[in-house]
T-cell receptor, first 112, second 113 residues
Framework: QKEVEQNSGPLSVPEGAIASLNCTYSDRVSQSFFWYRQYSGKSPELIMS????GDKEDGRFTAQLNKASQYVSLLIRDSQPSDSATYLCALGDSGGYQKVTFGTGTKLQVIP | EPEVTQTPSHQVTQMGQEVILRCVPISNHLYFYWYRQILGQKVEFLVSFYNNEISEKSEIFDDQFSVERPDGSNFTLKIRSTKLEDSAMYFC???????????FGPGTRLTVL
């Protein structure tokens, strides 16, 4: 059984700061790693996927993966109040039609 | 931009009643999923569906649950005899061939009284 662990937060950062969100996972077989954003009462929205060790950057977002340490992180640069949401770390199985296993999420609050 | 749609947005039912939640996946997608999220808890996988059959299901997806693709566009989740603990947000998702990017619908909030 895959487990995905996240600090539930809330993580409060001032506007313009870097928000750092962390996630650890238990399953060494997982090949795909995702960060979803979920606003209150809304559905998860994929913001980043990462598959190999190292960093992957997309705009203000950087995902970092360390498979040896079973650790995934998400950095949000120049945080905006609109970034305030719950960020879900998730793992995918290998293969085409894979289920996604979600963590409980970290609530981020960006203070204007 | 294509999107996954779900109906109804909110369903209220009495315990023991059958409910059908409907989803229209993105048109060229081939993989379909149902997830649920009990209020304040994590998103949980229920079932994946490909080529007109279930490819994987979780322990939650017991005999009370079934899925169907009755035509070329709809994908449904049926709960035969609802329980109080089935109250949750149910999300449909779909993904394209060879893609692991799942697009989620807006969800159906199911309330069982």
């Amino acid at each position: 059984q895959k487990e995905v662990e996240q600090n539930s937060g809330p993580l409060s950062v001032p506007e313009g700061a870097i928000a750092s969100l962390n996630c650890t996972y238990s399953d060494r077989v997982s090949q795909s790693f995702f960060w979803y954003r979920q606003y209150s009462g809304k559905s998860p929205e994929l913001i980043m996927s990462i598959y190999s060790n190292g960093d992957k950057e997309d705009g203000r977002f950087t995902a970092q993966l360390n498979k040896a340490s079973q650790y995934v992180s998400l950095l949000i640069r120049d945080s905006q109040p609109s970034d305030s949401a719950t960020y879900l770390c998730a793992l995918g199985d290998s293969g085409g039609y894979q289920k996604v296993t979600f963590g409980t999420g970290t609530k981020l609050q960006v203070i204007p | 931009e294509p999107e996954v749609t779900q109906t109804p947005s909110h369903q209220v039912t009495q315990m023991g009643q059958e409910v059908i939640l409907r989803c229209v996946p993105i048109s060229n997608h081939l993989y379909f999923y149902w997830y649920r999220q009990i209020l304040g808890q994590k998103v949980e996988f229920l079932v994946s569906f490909y080529n007109n059959e279930i490819s994987e299901k979780s322990e939650i997806f017991d005999d009370q649950f079934s899925v169907e693709r009755p035509d070329g566009s709809n994908f449904t989740l049926k709960i035969r005899s609802t329980k109080l603990e089935d109250s949750a947000m149910y999300f449909c998702a779909s993904s394209a061939l060879y893609s692991d990017t799942q697009y989620f619908g807006p969800g159906t909030r199911l309330t069982v009284l």
